[in-house]
């Protein structure tokens, strides 16, 4: 090893640990509150829908969020994307079109 080499080890090993728990810090938890009883496709479906409105409400607000966390899990999850993309997709389609 030179000492070119040896000189960056440090800092480049720092960088990919600080990455590595960034990564880490982003990644989805157990939901404790869910229950069997909770929200459900539709509602998660709709949630998904408004979900730009509700995310610019939710920036000035600390009464209003994004996400229901009492949920029911996967099918809330499969509603609140199909949400997403049913707004997503059209608006990145008309935005995308090039005269």
Known sequence: MTA???RWHGPGAALLVAVLLLLGACAAGPNVVANPGGYGFWWGLWQGIILPVTFIVS??????SIYEVDNNGGWYDFGFVLGIAMFSGPAIAIGGRRS
């Open 59 to 64: 920036l000035f607000t600390d009464t209003v």
């Open 4 to 6: 070119r080499t040896r």
